[in-house]
């Protein structure tokens, strides 16, 4: 087979394999370009594999260029990276392959041919090389069957896959992400490959098979990675507390559902209405503490009380085990596992103005995020009870459009500050400036005065007076 490039890319190929010709080496493309391009998926990743010195091939390709791009060498390693102005990301390497010391079972890697590289890498369709040399220019080169996996859609490992996996346990993982971004099937010895060695993932640093964990989780469908970590043993090793969602009791009759699959269910549904990775992580979390809420009452079955509560409480906790930012990212997600049955107590009858500003209040600006997971929470196979749930949150959203247009409490900011509370009853920071400033925001959320300065400042003399206060500036 033979790649025919676009011209956008011959442009930088023409430059590394005219560096490569006037160094004398043989050069290739090779990795995730390859199988990508072949597949049609859009990436702007260049890997290149020299028989020979990588940091040598790197220098001649920038000099091609003016201005001179920088390069970063990394000469522990052997390898060299170039950013292109156009977004394209060249990396190159030399050749590899791994040599076996008789005292020792550590191996050493030394310079090797092209063939050595593929057989070091993690699966077929990962493992095809593109030649670059002049008389051959763009014959890839498949000696693992790499194009058949590609056109079949089997992810299958070029060596025996204990071999690829003790190498690299990172590579189990990545094996499940492709299936999961792909859609294509793990071979049946490779699979069997992960569950023997699932346990050697915790030798990998937590930020690279988070890393992994995030790509499964930005998938169309990323029920089927979390599935495939599930059943492969890898997840009660990396997030064990999702694995304990699993199972679903019955006790004289009353059931309840699968809260693992549920949450899977969430998460895909959810995927199909939104890319952020954060919302997703919320989707992932939302139900997090039903196993240590799970009660079963007399004569009415299983209730999970308060699990959103103490489920908002094990956000930060999990988020720092996953070594995931503590940032906002964070706070947004225990926002919404801490709200997430609040829009659906907003669809019972008889609602107040009052609830519906406590929580446009709460949600802020995450209200309409808060709605999308209200939404793939429904996962009834029943569809007339999914329209009718769904048409139900479709009233809370109108609902909540009305009173927000009315009263603006998304971004509610107090009228009246700390200082000007102060500043009125000669007060220091204290207690009472604390309480007034409560008493005015619940004031206000349950109706009792308009979102006015005039109201709140009244209501503000009116509170100070109650405790005692004397005003000595109006
Ligand atoms: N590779 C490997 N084992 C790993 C990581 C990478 O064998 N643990 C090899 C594979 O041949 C891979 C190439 O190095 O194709 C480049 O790796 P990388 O850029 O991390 O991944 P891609 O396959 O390009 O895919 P993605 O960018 O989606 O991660």
Redesign the pocket.
Known sequence: MEIQFHPDERIWLDRVADSAQSLGLETYL????V?DKILGRP?K?A?FVCVGNALDLAQKVAEAYTPRPTVSLFKTFGTAHIQLKDGWDLEFVGARRESYQSDSRKPQVEPGTIQDDQQ????TI??LAVSLDRDRFGVVIDPFDGLKDLAEKILRTPLPPDQTFID?P??MM?TIRFAT?LGFTIEENTWNGICQNADRIRIISQERITEELN?ILLAEKPSIGFDLLYRSGLLERIFPQLVALRGAENRDGHGHKDNFYHTLQVVDNLSQNTNDLWLRWAAVLHDIAKPQTKRYEEGHGWTFHGHEVVGGRMVPKIFTQLKLPLNEHMRFVKKLVELHLRPISLTKENITDSAVRRLLFEAGDDFDSLMILCEADITSKNKQKVNRYLSNFQLVRERCREVEEKDQVRNWQPPITGELIMSTFGLSPSKPVGIIKDALKDAMLDGIIPNTYEAAHAFMLLKGAELGLTAVSR
Do not use: E, P, Y
């Not at 090779?30 to 370009?33: C, D, I, L, S, T």
């Not at 070091?120 to 699966?123: I, N, P, Q």
């Open positions: 090779v990795g995730g370009f199988r990436t990743d890997d070091r890498r993690d699966l990962n493992a690299d990172l590579r990545r971004q790509k």
